[in-house]
């Protein structure tokens, strides 16, 4: 498996491998799954005899079969109806309460419970990157994220241009990161491992690149890492937030050893501007310059 | 000038978009030659173009609609190939260009193939149910109808003049705002589906009026065939919902075009505002296209199985209940925004509930088909093939409908799934069974059988082998819209539903075969009775074609199934009833309105887009000017003599003759 891993990984030059959401990693993608799969299963429950009592039907009432009785006036049968009635009405009171209970239980802005208290990580999606902010470690990273496996993380998301979705897909629950406004998310890795997040939302151009590895560790070997990362390599200073904002595609990750802790507030307040979108000038924006509309 | 239009405009340096407009524009330059060196442009002109017969504009809807599903068809091929092909690769479709192709598909496909489709069959098939001569207003439903095309036809020139959208086919903000979007793609969307729109809105408002208002004598509301219904509900969420897409899509225009801020990142905008907006409509909107594929099938499962409907006030009952619950559940395409547990709880339970009415539909026409007898004819094996894929579609629906399930797969392939699953299961065999059944009684002669039928084998298993490994793939995280795909283990599963595009092409092929077929065989396929399917409803009272007037006398309607009981009382006593006293018969006038309001919605629609605001205005004038003189025209009918009509009736008479001899013969036989 973890060979599978390393070959996926080089193959994807982004790390994680494509096993999906049904192999979860983490408790609230495991509920999350567990609940997908008990209303597959009512559903089948249902639908499956369903699809057999048509076929048959259709088959036993073919024309051609001189042994099916004919009732050419038959329309109605008032038992009949109450059955075809009760059978979704049953069915849906079960989902309904799937629904119900889950609802609450997987509120992605409910906190976890947890021993240790939850890391903290601020996200910003850009175009077309995802910027990760430790408010608690001072650090920040792009396009990779670090998680002390045992540990929530609570995740607190906007946008800085338009709408992405967050989502690790082995992780559970995906939210909307939107300008302006600031999503919750608890998550959790139980164990060291190497995921792939990705964006679920349409965002433009860059879009099929704005993916990220998420490495869940054991958490001193997190601390080791903050610890190494802190004051090390770039400073995520108001310049390189600038440059971070315009456009650009398949960016490696990177990590900055400081970061403004009040970034993500102004971010999120919109103190600091959204993103400029397409520039001419921006040596990464690809298309026709009709994209502009004739505007230079 | 000319606005923001230039000589860039034009893809001269791309290859793909360059090539498909050369052959296009000497495609269309060809038909245009052709019908002028044959002389054929007064007889179009005459017969269609000014056309105000519900069966004529129909039959217009559905060429629109099909060569519109055909080039929505070629997007869908380009996007399953690209993937499968862009697997650490870049693939032949770039970003800018992969964007601009599904969001022409599903645009193309829901604005200008279902819904032309749909209510092409609306058109055609309602007045006839209803017992009646036209809609209630047939110069109305003309110029619906081209503004239908006006706006299919806008969304084509942006394949040869500008772009189009890169926004995915509900153009949500801040992407599809002027800064993130600054090009004109967005602005063709925002044009072309307004002015189709209007065009809807006026069908709804034309067949709500028509099924409340003018139905024969006798035809009480229960007494309406299971379609009419549909259509009635399908229209009344029209007209409830229209209005809001327009709304919106005008908000956004403000934005875009006079920097207003709705929807904008800054300034107090607010983009979630437009998806709950939108998303008000969207969610009926999917209901308006597969309320009247519910109506299809029902008249379908009747007549096959020799029996009338099972249940059929419960089946009226489900229908109106899936019409009103429709416009309460729209927040279930956006769980993952992160509304509360209780919001969400309120939503995924409405939506769940819907299935409910759909379930019931499902059990009535199965038990349709208990104690009848079954003919496995084309509209027979699309009903079958429907019930099949649906179910399935609507139990994936039902689990996007539960939040925590949501939360993993929104967005997905799983999603694409679903929809396709529904739209394709439901819609479209809905349409090809309808077209298929209602055929004879538009042209006069049947669809080649074995050609429907390979046909449809085709269809149900490439949409399988299509879609099945979807629901896997969006399992396995993979998400919608990728332009390239970063994991190689999602290799094979996007190679199969290449295959199944494949199989799907062979069964595209297989409808065009059997058109051709049909037409050539005409006369083996000819329909002298007007009744090729021992039908129940009044369309099949008529003569096959139908005479443009479509029933001599108007019929009066003693029964559930009002032409079953005319037929039974034929057969029973071995002759027709006595012939009627024949009157002259008042129809509306051709009008040109229709298709001098489109082509000058067109000019200002293309005008909006590379903002040349003198065009504009001299459009909307013009359009104007239109609407004034067609309001002050003095002759509105005219009259069809009493002999003429008495002429067509007779010749009607004799086949049925002819047929209930045959009927009595076969009586006799058994
Ligand atoms: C049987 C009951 C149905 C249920 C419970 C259901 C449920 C849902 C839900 C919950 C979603 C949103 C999922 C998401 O975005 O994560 C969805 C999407 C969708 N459904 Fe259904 N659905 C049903 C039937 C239908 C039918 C009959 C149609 C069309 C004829 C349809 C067309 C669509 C479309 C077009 C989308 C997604 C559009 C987009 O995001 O671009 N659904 N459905
Ligand atoms: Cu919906």
Redesign the pocket.
């Known amino acids: 498996m973890a060979r599978r891993a390393a070959v996926g990984l080089a193959a994807a030059g982004l790390g994680g491998c494509a096993r999906g959401v049904l192999d979860p990693v983490g408790p609230v993608g495991a509920d999350d799954s567990a609940i997908f799969f008990d209303a597959l299963m009512v559903m089948l429950v249902i639908v499956i005899p369903t699809i057999l009592l048509a076929f048959w039907m259709a088959w036993r009432y073919r024309a051609s079969n001189p042994k099916a009785e004919y009732l050419p006036n038959w329309s109605y049968s008032g038992r009949i109806e109450a059955v075809v009635w009760s059978i979704p009405i049953l069915t849906i009171m079960f989902i309904g309460g799937i629904i119900w209970i889950g609802s609450y239980r997987l509120d992605p802005f409910k906190p976890l419970p947890s021993k240790s208290p939850p890391l903290e990580v601020q996200v910003v999606a850009l175009d077309w990157k995802w910027l990760f902010i430790y408010p608690q470690q001072g650090i920040a990273t792009v396009n990779q994220l670090v998680v002390p496996a045992g540990t929530p993380v609570h995740f607190s998301i906007t946008s800085a241009s338009v709408f992405n979705v967050f989502f690790v897909p082995r992780l559970g629950s995906m939210i909307y990161a939107m300008p302006g406004m600031v999503s919750q998310l608890n998550l959790q890795a139980d164990r060291p491992a190497l995921l792939f997040g990705q964006s679920a939302q349409f965002s433009g151009d860059g879009f099929s690149d704005m993916q990220f590895q998420v490495r869940s560790v054991a958490p001193a070997e997190f601390q080791a890492w903050a610890q190494a990362a802190r004051g090390a390599g770039p400073m995520l200073d108001p310049a390189a937030y600038a440059q971070l904002m315009r456009q650009s595609q398949r960016v490696s990750p990177v990590t900055y050893g400081g970061v403004d802790p009040q970034l993500f507030q102004a971010v999120a307040t919109q103190a600091i501007g959204p993103g400029p979108g397409p520039q001419p000038e921006n040596p990464s924006h690809s298309g026709r310059e009709v994209s502009t509309g004739g505007r230079r | 000038m000319f606005g923001k239009l230039s000589w860039s405009a034009i893809p001269l340096d791309q290859p793909i978009p360059l090539i498909t407009s050369v052959v296009l524009i000497l495609t269309i330059l060809g038909v245009l030659g052709l019908v002028t060196a044959k002389g054929w442009w007064p007889y179009l002109w005459r017969e269609w173009i000014t056309s105000v017969d519900h069966k004529r504009i129909g039959i217009m809807y559905c060429l629109l609609g099909s060569v519109m599903l055909i080039r929505g068809f070629a997007d869908a091929i380009m996007m399953r190939s690209q993937q499968a092909l862009a697997i650490n690769a870049p693939g032949y479709l770039p970003p800018e260009h992969y964007n601009q192709i599904f969001s022409a598909h599903?645009t193309i496909m829901i604005f200008f193939a279902a819904m032309p489709l749909v209510i092409g069959l609306m058109n055609f098939v309602t007045p006839l149910q209803l017992g009646v001569r036209d809609v209630a207003f047939p110069t109305l439903n003309s110029v619906s109808f081209w503004l239908t095309a006006s706006g299919a036809l806008l969304v084509n020139v942006s394949l040869f003049i500008g772009e189009f959208a890169r926004t995915?086919?509900?153009p949500y903000p801040p992407l599809s705002e002027a800064t993130y979007s600054p090009g004109v793609g967005v602005d063709y969307y925002l044009w072309a589906v307004q002015i189709s729109g209007v065009g809807t809105l006026m069908t709804g408002i034309n067949f709500v009026t028509t099924v409340l208002k003018m139905r024969c004598p006798g035809m009480t509301y229960l007494r309406m065939p299971m379609f009419c219904w549909t259509v009635l509900a399908a229209s009344l969420l029209i007209v409830a919902v229209f209005p809001i897409l327009t709304a919106t899509l005008a908000m956004l225009s403000l934005d875009r075009y006079f920097g207003f801020h709705y929807f904008t990142n800054t300034a107090g905008g607010n983009p979630m505002m437009f998806v709950n907006l939108i998303w008000a409509w969207?969610h009926p909107e999917?209901?308006i296209?597969?309320l009247p594929a519910f109506g299809i099938f029902s008249e379908i499962f009747s007549t096959f199985s020799g029996k009338p409907l099972f249940g059929y006030r419960s089946m009226v009952a489900a229908t109106l209940f899936i019409c009103i619950v429709a416009m309460m559940v729209w927040l279930?395409?956006?769980?993952?925004m992160g509304a509360g547990a209780a919001v969400n709880t309120a939503f995924g339970i409405s939506?769940?509930i819907?299935?409910v009415g759909?379930g019931v539909k499902i059990y009535n026409w199965i038990f349709t088909m208990y104690g009848g007898r079954v003919r496995f004819s084309v509209p027979m094996l699309w009903s079958l093939g429907f019930i099949f894929t649906f179910v399935i579609?609507?139990m994936t629906?039902?689990l996007?409908?539960v939040p925590p399930a949501?939360f993993l797969?929104?967005?997905s392939m799983f999603?694409v799934a679903?929809?396709h699953n529904?739209?394709v299961g439901?819609?479209v065999f809905g349409l090809f069974a309808g077209i298929d059944y209602w055929f004879p009684k538009a042209f006069g002669f049947r669809l080649h059988e074995g050609w429907g039928k390979a046909a449809f084998w085709f269809a149900l298993v490439g949409f399988w082998v299509t879609f099945a490994p979807l629901y896997i793939l969006g399992l396995q995280g993979m998400t919608r819209r990728l332009q390239h795909v970063n994991i190689e283990e999602w290799r094979p599963l996007l190679d199969l539903s290449l295959v199944g595009v494949g199989i799907l092409i062979v069964g595209a092929v297989c409808q065009v075969v059997m058109l051709v077929v049909s037409i050539l065989r005409r006369d083996e396929l000819r329909d002298v009775t007007g009744d090729p399917w021992d039908g129940r409803s009044l369309e099949w009272a008529t003569p096959s074609p139908a005479p443009f007037f479509n029933f001599a006398v108007m019929p009066n309607v003693q029964g559930e199934e009002a032409y079953w009981d005319i037929k039974l009382r034929a057969v029973e006593s071995q002759q027709l009833s006595p012939e009627p006293r024949y009157e002259p018969i008042e129809m509306p006038v051709n009008s040109p309105v229709g298709f001098y309001t489109a082509f000058f919605a067109t000019v200002t629609g293309f005008a909006l887009i590379w903002q040349i605001w003198w065009l504009a205005g001299l459009g909307l004038a013009a359009a104007f000017a239109g609407f004034v003189v067609f309001a002050w025209r003095d002759v509105h009918e005219f009259h069809v003599p009493a002999e003429e009509v008495a002429r067509v009736d007779r010749a009607r008479r004799s086949a049925r003759e002819a047929l209930l001899e045959r009927l009595g013969q076969q009586g006799a036989a058994t």
């Not at chain 2, 279930?332 to 993952?336: A, K, L, R, S, Y």
């Open positions: 599903g995915g086919w509900l969207g999917v209901y296209l597969v279930h395409h956006f769980f993952t939506t769940s819907i299935a759909t579609g609507g629906g039902v996007l409908a949501d797969v929104h967005n999603l679903h929809f529904v739209i439901g819609v």
